[in-house]
């Protein structure tokens, strides 16, 4: 089964940006859509932004004009770039597999990367 590490979590003022990474431990890009999810205290986990294994991408809403997904495939690595962050985007972000299945268990999910955006 691949693994995926999340990193580039952290705390940032409003307005700051950040770039999450999400590592696979072999190259699954080229043939599974990826997915990056966040979920905020009290609230469910929601889809943020995903990227198709031929590179079309899309995201959430909120989000749209501020956080950007991309891949690196000789890296086995899939980016998050998010700029313009506000206080909203504070959440646990995950990087796992577009769709989700709904058999997976927090277990699956793992500890994420938080980002807490605060002044």
């Known amino acids: 089964q691949v693994q995926l590490v999340e990193s580039g979590g952290g705390l940032v003022q409003p307005g700051g940006s950040l770039r999450l990474s999400c590592a696979a431990s072999?190259?699954?890009?080229?043939?599974?859509?990826m997915g990056w999810y966040r979920q905020a205290p009290g609230k469910e986990r929601e889809l943020v932004a995903s990227?198709?294994?031929?590179?079309?991408?899309n995201y959430a809403d909120s989000v749209k004009g501020r956080f950007t997904i991309s891949r690196d495939k000789p890296k086995n690595t899939v980016y998050l770039q998010m700029n313009s962050l506000k206080s909203e985007d504070t959440a646990v972000y995950y990087c796992?597999?577009?769709?989700?299945?709904?058999?997976?268990?927090?277990?699956?999910w793992g500890q994420g990367t938080q980002v807490t955006v605060s002044s």
């Open positions: 796992k597999p577009y769709p989700p299945e709904p058999n997976w268990g927090q277990a699956y």
């Open positions: 072999r190259n699954i890009f080229s043939f599974t859509a």
């Open positions: 990227i198709t294994s031929g590179g079309t991408t």
